[in-house]
């Protein structure tokens, strides 16, 4: 549970109910939080952006398959900071309506890293099986309930709320999988004395520019705790990097940093300052 | 064209004929290589793998949408060398069967980096639709050959191949958008004096480490073209990094940066030094 206050508003996740981001959303606010459930990430940067709701939780990196990239590109464009990180443990399973056999099934429906993340228990165990993308898990349990012949791979709530037979349990490929969810809201948090900073830096299109921009990191003694890079959309073959570190941005050494990289013409989003997730081990950089 | 000798041996790529694959490997080889089209990436690895193939065919990167992570994690796993790379200028066309009126549209089915690097488009143009992955664009094609009532994004190659009516060209989000590919082999290719070499490195799990990958190509002067992070899939929250940069595993500079990062204790994984692609532009560090 979390200190972030929501003076009666509602938080915008990822829907619909039964997702594993809803799962994140209970696991920081608790079971009485309003929600507004959206159909899209970029919906639920939209609703927080608009004042439809006080704060958005989505996905942003999976243990197992990497980063949500449509999270990291609307980070890109928003001016909304993270105010939290909350990580959830993912356990898929593969679902079907009662009233269909095993034999019937032609196809199933996931979120796209879903099935990503299950992509060696399919290929092992339903090679047959046509592969159809939904928007989220809960919205795939929603077409099995609904399709005959179409099987879901989705969390348990999902099961439940949708009324689904699970057929097998914990498919997903490696077997301790976790997703990282981010909480977006406008205002910024103060320092509790272990938090993280995310920053999206762009660099100079030259030889050495990323070693130029982790130098004041080793200098001031500040830990990288990941780091991804994405096309920076801008031109072809140029790229973007987000790097999340230990710190916030008020604290002496970040603001070191901080400096050091405008010295280098280095220009540096800040998206946030929040406290760690714990007791989750910390990546390395 | 290319200096790699086929001896009467077939190409493995991810089909079927049509895909932006297949003219990456026309762009290669030519139109007179024998083929073998694969059902999926890891399909394509295991080919040549097995001799079934001389060389394969793979998408690994997209100026849009990023890294291609099925090929990455193949990257992981195999034995086999990166011999080649070449880019490939993608244009995605919005198509359907002659005898469909566009009223009757319900559904649009792509490979899921189409679906991606067209999502602007699709949010703006057909809000509607929903969205189906396919294997490849060219099995999209056929798919809305066969079925009333869907569309396919795809490239022009598959809309001739299927007999697809073009609907609306040129639909990715981002005009200037190109993919690279990579030609797999045996054998290493001796260096030609524009070389790139592309590498697995593992590191120590704990801060600065990938400060201490990087310290040595400064100090050696090799410049890196490309670094991206992948989860390591051995213990949660722990990475991988693949990094590519300028010159031939030969070279005295990069076989310095190697020892270096031997003596760091730093595991690398050589995936291979080939001609780098041209005339396209050099991605930055």
Redesign the interface.
Known sequence: MTDLQLNGRSIAFLGPPGTFSHSAVLKVFGPDAPLLDCATI?DVFAAVSADRARYGVVPVE??????V?NTMDCLVATDLKIVAEVVVPIEHHFMKAPGTGLNQLHKVVSH?QS??QCRKWL?ANWPGLS???AASNAQAAKIAAEQPGVAAIAGKMAATAYGLEIVASAIQD?K???TRFLVLGKQERKPTGRDKTSTLIY?????????RV??P??QHGV??T??????S?K?????VFFIDF?GHAHDEAVHQVLTSLSDRTVEVKLLGSYPMASP??????
């Open positions: 970029d999976n243990s197992t398959e990497g980063a990239n796209k099935l990503a290929v592969l159809e993308e490696q301790d999988n976790s660099t100079e299109n030259r030889p050495g520019a990323l070693f982790l130098e990191f080793e830990s990288l990941r780091i991804e890079t994405r096309p959309k031109e072809v073959w140029d790229y230990e989750d081990p910390l990546p390395k950089s």
